[in-house]
Each structure stands twice: as structure tokens, then as C-alpha cells.
Nanobody, 118 residues
Framework: QVQLVESGGGLVQAGGSLRLSCVAS????????MGWYRQAPGKQRELVAR???????NYLDSVKGRFTISRDNAKNTVYLQMNSLKAEDTAVYYC????????????WGQGTQVTVSS
């Protein structure tokens, strides 16, 4: 019924930028809080940034000042602008959403690989 599709990952040099997008599609849903998580090899998944429907945000300390999460409610899309990327940012980035209307549980996207070379 609902699909989350991430895009925008890739290979970038340290200091570069990437913009991730996550688009929710389907029917009979209304997005609530959305977030970006990441998981590096051998490490646990961690919350990178989160944004409420009203625009309140939270960030992982290590990305504050470098990453910006935003959303376009009309497009059912959440973005993660990543600047000043570091090798430590290398991970698979996952989009997560919960819902005011729709699925009872959180939905996850398939993930998009971000690789930062140093």
C-alpha cells in the first residue's frame, strides 16, 4: 500500500555533498514523523535526523551543522542535504516513516549507499 523509495546516494569525496530524497507513494496514508537512519558495516543502525510533520528536527550530534533534514508534505517527500561529508559518514542510509493515517507500523525504504572517500 505504501512504498518508500530513497535516492541520491553515491560515491563522493570527503568534503563533498549529497542530497538524499525519500518519496512515499501509495494510497490512503498521511505521513507523520520521518527520519533518516544509517548503518555502516559492522555497526548498528543509528538515527541521523528526524523531522516531524510540523518541521521540528533532531540530529545526531556528529552531523549537526553539516546535515539538514527537510520535507515537502505536498510531495510526501523527505530530504537529507549532506554537506562537508566525511569518511565516517559512509553507510547505507534508510528512510523511515510513521503515519497519522495508514500503516500501523513504521515503514522503511530499501536504503541507498553513501560512500565517502578520503
Amino acid at each position: 500500500q505504501v512504498q518508500l523509495v530513497e535516492s541520491g546516494g553515491g560515491l563522493v569525496q570527503a568534503g563533498g555533498s549529497l542530497r538524499l530524497s525519500c518519496v512515499a507513494s501509495g494510497s490512503n496514508f498521511r505521513l507523520n514523523t520521518m527520519g533518516w537512519y544509517r548503518q555502516a558495516p559492522g555497526k548498528q543502525r543509528e538515527l541521523v535526523a528526524r523531522i516531524t510533520r510540523g518541521g521540528s528536527t533532531n540530529y545526531l550530534d556528529s552531523v549537526k551543522g553539516r546535515f539538514t533534514i527537510s520535507r515537502d508534505n505536498a510531495k510526501n517527500t523527505v530530504y537529507l542535504q549532506m554537506n562537508s561529508l566525511k569518511a565516517e559518514d559512509t553507510a547505507v542510509y534508510y528512510c523511515n516513516a510513521d503515519f497519522l493515517l495508514g500503516p500501523n507500523s513504521d515503514y522503511w525504504g530499501q536504503g541507498t549507499q553513501v560512500t565517502v572517500s578520503s
